[in-house]
């Protein structure tokens, strides 16, 4: 099977993530809960159809503001599930509403939902998983795994070899300090 590494770059949609984001720390609150967003709307689905389908979940999600979507309603869960631009499930929906709800209460007790996740660094990718099935929802292994490589917590975003492993190494990934 192809890595990443070999099939992003050149890539339309692919290659930005792959050069730009994919595997570099991430130490903001509102890209955290995005990028958590995004990981759980790709279960069962391609991360192409994600990454088209990005902008468009900004603009439903007010630019991922944390306390807007945790103070989302009825009416919102209704316009979000009759949004074309975006992967209108209802149990995705309901954890992206719920899950900004977390974060605010993350906020409350540790400052900030990166404070959290370094106040939990280091753990197995098993006990990341106990960890986040017991915080948040709509949060198996597979998307705890990405959220967590994709953001600098886990080893594995990119190969050894891979020009964008130096700059992430470069970076400090919470990783390499594991």
């Known amino acids: 099977m192809a890595h990443y590494c070999d099939l992003a770059p050149g890539h339309p949609w692919h290659g930005p993530y792959h050069a730009d984001e994919y595997g570099f720390p991430v130490g903001d609150d509102t890209a955290l809960f995005e990028r958590l967003v995004l990981e759980i709307n790709q279960a069962g689905l391609s991360w192409l159809t994600v990454l088209k389908k990005r902008e468009a979940f900004r603009c439903a999600f007010d630019n991922f503001d944390v306390d807007r979507v945790a103070a ?11 949004d074309a631009g975006i992967i209108r499930n209802r149990l995705k929906v309901e954890a992206a509403i719920h899950n900004a709800g977390v974060i605010q209460r993350l906020r409350d007790e540790h400052d900030s939902f990166a404070a959290w996740l370094e106040h939990h660094h280091p753990l197995p990718l098993a006990d990341w998983v106990t960890l986040f099935r017991r915080t948040f929802r709509f949060t198996g292994p597979e998307i705890v795994g990405e959220f967590l490589m994709s953001t600098g917590y886990l080893p594995g975003a990119h190969r050894h070899d891979c ?6 190494l470069a970076c400090g990934p919470a990783w390499r300090t594991a």
């Open 72 to 82: 989302y309603g009825d009416a919102d869960r209704e316009r979000l599930l009759a």
């Open 163 to 168: 020009p964008v492993q130096q700059r992430i």
